[in-house]
């Protein structure tokens, strides 16, 4: 699959309304079923080589609207990574104590150490998203921070961490659509927040504040991707494809071991 059409070129700019919410890549959706399925295997061996060697770390980052399927992503193309070495931190609104703190304070400590992958929840483009569409910083403290998450991604690459940025793409239609289920049904409601209307209500401001996040904050070594993702199968496969495009990139060799093996025997 050519992932390459999905990714947000450095400064480029983007308008949402222009990419698609729902593709399929030219795949059935069995296709489609078979090569995930094929991606997770090979995914699983290469977080086992990434562990095993201690050298390199993943960061993986979401965001999406609500009812974008961060949670579903989540679980279908980490679920079946060894859990040993893969993190997912969420990202709620901050603390006391957090906010008392620059906004990268809680987001650097989460950053996956050698061997391991971590993936965020929500992260520190919340700072550039609900703190802007709320204003609850002014525009003078958010407008620096595309700066600062440029210079932070950068310097975390440098030390040994890939960095991969998806951004969950639905339209608002579905966003109703999934909203609704989570009222109609009672195993869902627990999933709905009142709240959210609120933030539904502002879906304008939100695109025009994502747009701003993914155009100025792609960059080669820490790339976003726009994934229409309304057809399930087809996002997880587009995450999947990319994640494992980055590791194998990494050229990543399990290390030799200390001993001669053939010297040993085991009594
Ligand atoms: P779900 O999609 O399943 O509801 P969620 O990620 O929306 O999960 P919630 O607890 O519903 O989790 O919401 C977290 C809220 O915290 C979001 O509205 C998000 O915008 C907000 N948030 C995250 N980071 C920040 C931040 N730095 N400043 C302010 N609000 C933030
Ligand atoms: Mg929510």
Redesign the pocket.
């Known amino acids: 699959m050519d992932t390459a059409a999905y990714r947000v070129r450095p400064d480029e700019p983007v308008d949402l309304s222009a990419r698609p919410t729902r593709d399929d890549g030219g795949l059935s959706r069995d296709q489609g079923r078979e090569q995930f399925r094929k991606l997770t295997r090979r995914l699983q061996a290469l977080q086992e080589v990434m562990y095993a060697q201690n050298r390199h770390s993943l960061l993986v980052v979401l965001q999406?609207m609500?009812?974008?399927g961060?949670?579903s992503t989540l679980r279908n193309v980490f679920g079946p990574v060894n859990p040993q070495g893969c993190h997912v931190s969420?990202?709620?609104?901050?603390s006391t104590l957090?906010?008392s703190h620059d906004?990268l304070w809680?987001i650097h400590q989460q950053v996956p150490p050698r061997g391991h992958i971590g993936v965020f929840?929500?992260?520190?483009y919340?700072?550039v998203?609900?703190?802007r569409v709320?204003d609850?910083a002014p525009k003078s403290v958010w407008q620096k921070r595309f700066d600062h998450i440029n210079h932070f991604e950068k310097m975390i690459a440098d030390e040994g961490v890939s960095v991969v940025k998806f951004y969950l793409h639905i339209s608002k239609a579905y966003q109703q659509k999934r909203l609704q289920r989570r009222l109609d049904r009672p195993d869902k409601h627990w999933?709905?927040?009142p709240?959210?209307l609120a933030?539904r209500a502002r879906w304008a401001e939100y695109m025009h504040a994502f747009e701003d996040a993914l155009s100025k904050c792609s960059q080669p070594h820490a790339p976003w991707y726009v994934v229409p993702a309304e057809r399930r199968w087809f996002r997880n496969l587009l995450v999947a494809q990319v994640v494992v495009d980055t590791l194998e990139a990494l050229n990543m060799k399990l290390p030799e071991p200390t001993f001669d093996p053939a010297t040993i025997r085991i009594e």
């Open positions: 999406a609500d009812a974008g961060k949670d969420s990202f709620k609104a901050p957090e906010r906004f809680r929840n929500r992260s520190h919340e700072d998203l609900i703190v709320k609850l999933k709905f927040n709240d959210d933030e």
